[in-house]
């Protein structure tokens, strides 16, 4: 990573509190956190957004909205973030992030299903989705408001893992995940990012 993050005795406003935030939960400031603390107005806005879209579809369908595409990108911050997010507020059990390291959804529910594949497409390639995809959210009783906010949500883990991963951000280990589910989480990331890179050639 060139670029130079803001120092803990510098930060101001909303970089401050973003610092604050981070070793309030985990005692230290995250590599991600620092870089994205350049543009502290930035990240507020980004903050904002999710705050807009979540209230409708709500917390386990903004997650796996989020880690189906964390998964298709292969971001491994929002992996680990987000699967211990996942566990922490009962989104996923243990086994059951430990079936979506293997690409197995088993652990959402039919709807959260749809949601996972949809924001992996979403992430993938957009360009070829059609009204079909929005209709398998329709048919599982989801409203447009609803169908609109799980777009962005999947949309905006897309900016935020892209962004970091364009600056190639090191990554922190995140406490609290079991050892053995971490570490499947980052072999998923790179196997993602390998299934979606474009073949030599």
Same mark, same amino acid.
Request: proline share 5%.
């Given at each position: 990573?060139?670029?130079? !993050? !803001?120092?803990?005795?510098?930060?101001?406003?909303?970089?401050?509190?973003?610092?604050?935030?981070?070793?309030?939960?985990?005692?230290?400031?995250?590599?991600?956190?620092?870089?994205?603390?350049?543009?502290?107005?930035?990240?507020?806005?980004?903050?904002? *957004?999710?705050?807009?879209?979540? !209230?409708?579809?709500?917390?386990?369908?903004?997650?796996?909205?989020?880690?189906?595409?964390?998964?298709?990108?292969?971001?491994?911050?929002?992996?680990?973030?987000?699967?211990?997010?996942a566990l922490a507020v009962g989104v996923?059990?243990?086994?059951? *992030?430990?079936?979506?390291?293997?690409?197995?959804?088993?652990?959402?529910?039919?709807?959260?299903?749809?949601?996972?594949?949809?924001?992996?497409?979403?992430?993938?390639?957009?360009r070829e989705m059609t009204d079909a995809?929005?209709?398998?959210?329709?048919?599982?009783?989801?409203?447009?408001?609803?169908?609109?906010?799980?777009?962005?949500?999947?949309? *905006?883990?897309?900016?935020?893992?892209?962004?970091?991963q364009a600056l190639a951000v090191p990554?922190?280990?995140?406490?609290? *995940?079991?050892?053995?589910?971490?570490?499947?989480?980052?072999?998923?990331?790179?196997?993602?990012?390998?299934?979606?890179?474009?073949?030599?050639?």
């Amino acid at each position: 990573m060139i670029i130079t !993050p !803001p120092d803990a005795a510098s930060v101001v406003g909303h970089a401050a509190e973003m610092y604050a935030d981070d070793i309030a939960e985990d005692g230290f400031v995250y590599v991600h956190t620092q870089a994205m603390a350049i543009n502290p107005e930035a990240h507020a806005a980004f903050e904002e *957004l999710i705050r807009a879209v979540v !209230p409708s579809i709500g917390v386990r369908v903004y997650e796996a909205a989020t880690l189906g595409a964390a998964r298709a990108i292969g971001s491994t911050h929002c992996l680990l973030a987000h699967g211990r997010r996942a566990l922490a507020v009962g989104v996923l059990d243990e086994a059951g *992030l430990a079936a979506f390291t293997a690409h197995d959804d088993r652990g959402f529910g039919p709807a959260e299903r749809a949601v996972v594949r949809y924001s992996a497409r979403l992430s993938t390639t957009p360009r070829e989705m059609t009204d079909a995809d929005s209709q398998e959210l329709r048919d599982l009783g989801f409203t447009d408001r609803q169908i609109v906010d799980i777009t962005l949500a999947a949309s *905006l883990r897309n900016y935020f893992s892209r962004a970091l991963q364009a600056l190639a951000v090191p990554v922190d280990a995140v406490p609290g *995940l079991p050892p053995g589910t971490a570490a499947a989480l980052i072999r998923l990331a790179g196997d993602s990012e390998e299934s979606s890179s474009p073949a030599d050639g």
